[in-house]
């Protein structure tokens, strides 16, 4: 069974930065995708970034220019480098780690959650 170990979340004032880390342990075969999902009060979780394994990343359109996703392939770590916080970015944040023929977002496993808290 994989199981991550999400760090990093806190609490930051508008404009601060933070840097969230999910490792995973357990994994027979290799993780196809890594990354980050976020879930405010309220609202569905989202897409944030992930990563695969051939380098392709994706990121939501709120977050581009200020985050940035990072993986350390051979030791199923990935990283969240996020500037310039803003209010909205105030959310649970998840780590999603998916094997190949799982979907990102729906399958593969998932981190305990994160909280990260924007103040003005």
């Known amino acids: 069974q994989v199981q991550l170990a999400e760090s990093g979340g806190g609490l930051v004032q508008v404009g601060g930065t933070l840097r969230l880390s999910c490792a995973a342990s357990g994994s027979r075969s290799s993780l196809n995708v890594m990354g980050w999902y976020r879930q405010a009060p309220g609202k569905q979780r989202e897409l944030v970034a992930i990563?695969?394994?051939?380098?392709?990343?994706n990121y939501s359109d709120s977050v581009k220019g200020r985050f940035t996703i990072l993986r350390d392939g051979p030791r199923n770590t990935v990283y969240l480098q996020m500037n310039n916080l803003k209010p909205d970015d105030t959310a649970i944040y998840y780590c999603?780690?998916?094997?190949?023929?799982?979907?990102?977002?729906?399958?593969?496993?998932w981190g305990q959650g994160t909280q990260v808290t924007v103040s003005t």
């Open positions: 999603n780690a998916v094997p190949l023929g799982e979907e990102p977002g729906s399958g593969g496993y």
């Open positions: 990563k695969y394994t051939a380098g392709r990343t």
